[in-house]
């Protein structure tokens, strides 16, 4: 089931820039808060929840810091009430996906939209982006510390869809329904993960030029630097050879 990794060469192409920021527990704690205010702090009967924290064990972050998320979105601790926004927007052919959670509606969204305009891009009408996503399950480990064919086994027998090495990433999908199988399948297994969520991927990925391709990649990092912006997703796919300058 080896192939060409799209996602885990996009995700190296911008820079993994969440993590090389320091910014990514912050952006967990959101998720794991919200998550925690709207469902309860149980993660057994909030599906949300177990899904933010399977990805911030993902992310190797202690669970002390997950535990104080969980009590702030419950109320059990003082926390910041966020809210969710999304935003779609287009770049020439590149098609953009922003979520947001953020403490100040106004702040956001002139922001993303100081963020867009400053790189030539435009909102984009309602659902004309996110139909060009697919919700699927996203765990990345070290192909340099694991083999293909062992972590194929652990991740088939709990239900993924693939598996993919690709510049020494092996990357593996599953159906949303299946993807906390797939975890604690891998996780029984003492392999570590550096990544583990559920993302949405391009039904039909396209290929822009080397130009093109830098323009969104510099843009889509630019928003993952504003601290209210929480996920970006796009249609886009790195070409074989890229290079940022």
């Given amino acids: 089931m080896s192939g060409h990794s799209k996602w885990a060469?996009?995700?190296r192409a911008k820079g993994a820039a969440d993590a090389q920021r320091?910014?990514?527990?912050?952006?967990?704690i959101k998720e794991i808060s919200i998550a925690?205010?709207?469902?309860?702090g149980d993660p057994e009967g909030n599906p949300r929840l177990r899904t933010a924290i399977i990805k911030a064990r993902g992310a190797n972050m202690p669970k002390d810091n997950i535990d104080r998320a969980i009590k702030k979105g419950t109320g059990e601790l003082e926390g910041i009430s966020y809210e969710e926004l999304t935003y779609e927007a287009r770049l020439g052919e590149a098609a953009i996906l922003i979520?947001?959670?953020?403490?100040?509606r106004n702040r956001a969204a002139a922001?993303?939209?100081?963020?867009?305009?400053r790189a030539g891009a435009e909102l984009a009408k309602a659902g004309s982006v996110s139909r060009l996503l697919t919700r699927k399950g996203i765990i990345t480990l070290d192909g340099e510390k694991y083999g293909e064919d062992e972590i194929m086994e652990a991740a088939l027998d709990g239900g993924a869809d693939d598996v993919a090495l690709s510049d020494g990433v092996i990357e593996v999908t599953a159906a949303p329904e299946d993807f906390e199988g797939v975890a604690k399948a891998l996780e029984s297994k003492n392999y570590e993960t550096t990544s583990a969520e559920i993302s949405m991927v391009p039904e039909a990925p396209v290929i822009l030029d080397a130009d093109v391709t830098r323009k969104v990649l510099r843009l889509i990092e630019k928003l993952e630097e504003d601290d209210d912006v929480q996920n970006v997703y796009s249609n886009i796919e790195v070409p074989d050879g890229f290079e940022d300058e």
């Avoid at 979520?99 to 100040?104: A, F, G, I, M, R």
């Fill in 9 to 11: 060469k996009i995700k």
């Fill in 36 to 40: 925690a205010r709207m469902g309860g």
């Fill in 22 to 28: 320091g910014n990514l527990f912050t952006k967990l």
């Fill in 111 to 117: 922001n993303v939209r100081n963020i867009l305009t």
């Fill in 99 to 104: 979520e947001v959670l953020t403490d100040n």
